[in-house]
T-cell receptor, first 114, second 114 residues
């Protein structure tokens, strides 16, 4: 089984609408969870992370993510999408019970249309 | 502060050759990780170094190796190149020690194996 899964290859939303990019993980214990974004012709950039504490974490560019331990999910959200949010989004997990290996999801392409 | 730099940016090799890629982390960062990004397999973790020691590694064959120098710069070597090694190789650095710290990615080295 994949350590981290992004079930949607692509998400399409209209500008101004809320967006959700889904991520689930299948590592045991209390992993560290991350979201990264890759804009066209630019490197990967860190968005936010969950280590411990409040299940709702806020990150860069107005993004936030909700950690749900019972559902082993870490979905990325934004209340109002911008065209400039169009990019490739990656969820990642640090498996603290497996030599701290780092796993990335397959990525979700977010398309925000005007 | 300068970002993560990788050299060369582009490389063309033939099957059977070997290649060395270089990564200079952000000043003060002591952890360096390497990833392989391909359209089919996505982002896959290769290995991570901290203070010149390999801290963990992914599931790649022994043809893939790396090292880290005392100034935190890192090199990755691939021997006996195969066509399937064609990929974007990304290097990322993070601050000392913390496995929960975000990683800062370089622009990558695009390797093409003919």
């Amino acid at each position: 089984a994949q350590s981290v899964a992004q079930p949607e290859d692509q998400v399409n939303v209209a500008e101004g609408n809320p967006l959700t990019v889904k991520c689930t993980y299948s590592v045991s214990g209390n992993p560290y969870l991350f979201w990264y974004v890759q804009y066209p012709n630019r490197g990967l950039q860190f968005l936010l992370k969950y280590i411990t504490g409040d299940n709702l974490v806020k990150g860069s560019y107005g993004f936030e993510a909700e950690f749900n331990k019972s559902q082993t999910s870490f979905h990325l959200k934004k209340p109002s999408a911008l065209v400039s949010d169009s990019a490739l989004y990656f969820c990642a997990v640090r498996d603290r019970n497996n030599f701290n290996k780092f796993y990335f999801g397959s990525g979700t392409k977010l398309n925000v249309k005007p | 502060k300068a970002g993560v730099t990788q050299t060369p940016r582009y490389l063309i090799k033939t099957r059977g050759q070997q290649v060395t890629l270089s990564c200079s982390p952000i000043s003060g960062h002591r952890s360096v990780s390497w990833y392989q990004q391909t359209p089919g397999q996505g982002l896959q973790f290769l290995f991570e170094y901290f203070s010149e020691t390999q801290r963990n590694k992914g599931n790649f064959p022994g043809r893939f190796s790396g090292r880290q120098f005392s100034n935190s710069r890192s090199e990755m070597n691939v021997s006996t190149l195969e066509l399937g090694d064609s990929a974007l190789y990304l290097c990322a650095s993070s601050t000392a020690g913390g496995l929960y710290n975000e990683q800062f990615f370089g622009p990558g080295t695009r390797l093409t194996v003919l």
